[in-house]
């Protein structure tokens, strides 16, 4: 079975979908990979130093977390038992090239105190120049701030907890995160948003702070983590999703000079409780949308400026490369209409139609990755697969992980 899909742009989008010849061999394109030894693990990242020797870090439920090394391009992986705290580093990395990296270093701690939380305190990440065998903590100082929305909000915080990181070109880091009110011991008391930006690899930072009158009282007793992703198209043009903590408005946090200003869009959907969480775009006009209670994906033609809505296209992920070839993993209905199927998508016009490549996906929750050292895309799944075919160059991806397989297109 097999299904393309097409935006029709006639005044408003539209989107219908028509039934296409299924192929054999596009059904084959994606075969199963297994790693022995952790059969029941869910990798969260993974990176490659050379085109025959990488690593990835994954997790199981009951086991504890691992360290996958393979020699071979990724076809065979022996698994290490590591530490959870080494794990962290290893799940949340983002590189800058084979051996140069970066991760944050907030999300390691059992506990949010001022000295490492308060809102101004040195900015703490993690870097390796080895390809991420060895890591080293540093830190950077803030050095000038900017007030966003509604500035008293902002200035009530006492905290913040900035667990997302990207790299941007070889330079340039941004990370985002939540600012907050320590009751107790928990952070837990929402006053807005944060974005810090380093131009000099880490030893100094322009921080974004801003206040939303909006939330209220908005209390949570977990890590604050609601915003997961930050996505740039090229060096300059960049987006961070900001989903509100309670069901309602969120934010589209829009930069077009590299980070240097934001502003701050407003997600506004008919739909009480739908929330944007994750963007990925094709290029500074044309991206996808998805997150909480979207009943289906969003799609803009305009920056972000705004959204419609495909209601019979539900996008898990999407990864586009620097021409007009992308992929997606997705739901759609079948040729009857009548059910939902799961599958890999691959658009050769930045998104505008989409061919199932294969139905042959294991589950909703998954991310599409790309390995400039081996020239593949992995997915990230449950059941690890891998595709024939290599890519020439793609944009390198930075949304964080929740529930990852393997997946490997090579």
Not at 211 to 233: A, M, N, Q, Y
Request: charged share 20%; aromatic share 12%.
């Amino acid at each position: 079975m097999n299904s393309c899909l097409r935006w029709l742009r006639q005044g408003c989008l539209a989107l219908t979908l028509a039934a296409c010849a299924t192929a054999s061999a596009q059904e084959a394109v994606w075969v199963p990979l297994r790693i022995e030894g952790c059969d029941t693990c869910t990798v969260t990242n993974l990176h490659f130093v050379t085109p025959q020797e990488g690593w990835a870090s994954a997790r199981d439920t009951s086991r504890g977390f691992y360290r996958l090394r393979t020699s071979d391009g990724g076809d065979t992986w022996t698994t290490e038992p590591i530490l959870k705290e080494d794990y962290v580093v290893l799940q949340r990395a983002q590189f800058t090239s084979a051996h140069e990296g970066w991760a944050p270093a907030d999300y390691d701690d059992s506990q949010i105190d001022e000295g490492t939380h308060g809102v101004f305190a040195p900015v703490r990440f993690y870097h390796t120049s080895d390809g991420g065998r060895t890591w080293v903590s540093r830190a950077g100082r803030i050095l000038n701030t900017t007030y966003l929305g509604d500035e008293g909000h902002a200035k009530q915080a006492d905290r913040r907890f900035v667990p997302n990181l990207r790299t941007v070109g070889n330079q340039v880091l941004v990370m985002a995160g939540e600012l907050g009110r320590q009751i107790g011991t928990m952070f837990a008391y929402y006053r807005g948003r944060i974005i810090l930006v380093s131009r000099d690899q880490g030893n100094s930072w322009n921080a974004f702070l801003f206040g939303d009158s909006d939330w209220g009282p908005c209390i949570k007793f977990e890590r604050p983590d609601d915003i997961r992703d930050i996505e740039f198209v090229d060096n300059i043009h960049g987006w961070i999703p900001a989903p509100s903590c309670r069901a309602g408005d969120g934010h589209l946090f829009v930069t077009r000079d590299g980070g240097d200003t934001w502003n701050a869009l407003k997600f506004r959907r008919e739909t009480s409780g739908e929330s944007l969480e994750y963007v990925e775009f094709a290029t500074p006009s044309i991206g996808w949308g998805w997150g909480i209670m979207i009943a289906g994906s969003v799609y803009t033609a305009d920056g972000g400026q705004t959204w419609q809505t495909s209601t019979q296209f539900a996008v898990m992920d999407v990864l586009f490369g620097p021409e007009t070839e992308g992929w997606s993993i997705a739901q759609t209905r079948d040729t009857d209409n009548r059910a939902w199927v799961l599958g890999i998508f691959h658009s050769a016009d930045r998104g505008a139609s989409w061919q199932m490549e294969s139905s042959r996906v294991p589950g909703a929750a998954m991310r599409l990755l790309f390995q400039p050292q081996t020239r593949t895309i992995w997915a990230i799944g449950y059941i690890p697969l891998r595709r024939i075919g290599l890519v020439s160059s793609v944009e390198a991806h930075a949304k964080l992980p929740d529930m990852w397989g393997k997946l490997k297109r090579k």
